[in-house]
């Protein structure tokens, strides 16, 4: 019922920036958090950023000052400002939503960043 649709990855070179935004529709009384992860091929998928319903954030100690998590409550849609971006940036980054009133997870299909020269 419920449908992330994310966008904004793509190719940008080393010390460039992106913005990666997630857009939630469906069956939704409100959000509760979201988050951004990402994977590399043949490793586990990992936490990048998380912001809670009161806006409290957490980020992976590799990103943070480069990346800041957002949300827009009144477009239920999750944005992830990548700055600085490294090489070992490159993933494929999946947007995550927990619902109210089940606090059920939901999960993007991903889209790709690759940070290349």
């Known amino acids: 019922q419920v449908q992330l649709v994310e966008s904004g990855g793509g190719l940008v070179q080393p010390g460039g920036s992106l913005r990666l935004s997630c857009a939630a529709s469906?069956?939704?009384?409100?959000?509760?958090?979201m988050a951004w992860h990402r994977q590399v091929p043949g490793k586990q998928r990992e936490l990048v950023a998380a912001?809670?319903?009161?806006?409290?954030?957490n980020y992976a100690d590799s990103v943070k000052g480069r990346f800041t998590i957002s949300r827009d409550n009144a477009k239920n849609t999750v944005y992830l400002q990548m700055n600085s971006l490294k090489p070992e940036d490159t993933a494929v980054y999946y947007c995550?939503?927990?619902?109210?009133?089940?606090?059920?997870?939901?999960w993007g299909q991903g889209t790709q960043v690759t940070v290349s020269s």
């Open positions: 995550r939503v927990v619902v109210t009133t089940t606090y059920r997870d939901y």
């Open positions: 469906g069956s939704i009384f409100s959000i509760y958090a």
């Open positions: 912001i809670a319903s009161g806006r409290s954030t």
